[in-house]
């Protein structure tokens, strides 16, 4: 894939070169655009349908990350341009990926320019190490500041687990992927099909009902749940799909009986069957779980320390 997109580069800056030169006979515009400005390093990321490649900005001799989106279809097209639009309103929000800019390869391939975000995936590190439940609830609180942002702007983020969340090597959080969030005005109700990730998605969308951000909730309780464990509920189970997707829906989600009571509590909350049971962010904030925290330097130490030994 990397040699593909490689000669796809190479095919586009003879394109964009020669758009270059024309436009310097005619001095209108020499700027760098598009695949001109950007040197390919190395694939570092893979989703449904995008690959993520660190890049190096030849203009500014930084180092980014490039989503390559392909747009096959008018559903992801319109996935695609939900992305991009909400990407713009999270600018300035720390916790959450910073997007530079979006060009297009050809009519079925777009770049999202990103911030480079020097660290690791959170799902690897849960799949790799065992985290201490003060760790967790540290992750929780800092994930949870730049879920309050998000949801502060309208927006559902609709896909949060692990393998959206990046912890930086200073041991902070960002939250990335926003290829199935959705605007959901104050007071009001989103109605879908089913979207998100399977083992984290709240019942209210499973069973295809109106829904708000509470169901962000809900997928951050199973995040919780996924951190302490390794996997989500019922990952790897010999159950059929269909029979994971009627327990989940039911909202029968086994609590681990080692938890402390207060980490129990938290996760109970955030799993309330009914969304109006369910507290926001702001409200999941004060709980009592999140009051005996680490430090980010803590984090980064361990993190940094445990993936040396270990990975
Ligand atoms: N800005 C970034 N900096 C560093 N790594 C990144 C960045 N964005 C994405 N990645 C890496 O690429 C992976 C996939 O990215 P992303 O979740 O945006 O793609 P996706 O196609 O939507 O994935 P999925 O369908 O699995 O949710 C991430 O888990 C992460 O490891
Ligand atoms: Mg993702």
Redesign the pocket.
Known sequence: MLKLIKSQFKKCCTRCTYNAKKSAKTEIETVKTGFEKYELIEQ?????????F?ANNIVTNEK??I?C?ETKTEKAKRYLQY?ISTMQKMKGIKGV?QMQETFKDDEETTHIV????????L??VVENLQIDERVIATLCKSILKSLQQVHARRIIHR?I?C??I?LTKDGET?L?????ATYCPEGGYVKSGKVG?MFWMAPEIFQKEAYNHKADIWSFGIMVLEMYLGDPPYYGSPKTNETIVTHLAMGDVPIPGGMSSKMQNFVRRCLAYSPDERPNVDELLDDVYLRDTVTIEDIADNINRMFKVTV
């Open positions: 570092i990321g893979e989703g449904g349908c995008a690959k993520i660190l980014c990350a989503k989106i992305e990926v990103m911030e480079h975000i020097n660290g690791w995936c799902q690897d896909d687990k393998g959206n990046m960002k990335i992927d926003f290829g199935y990730s």
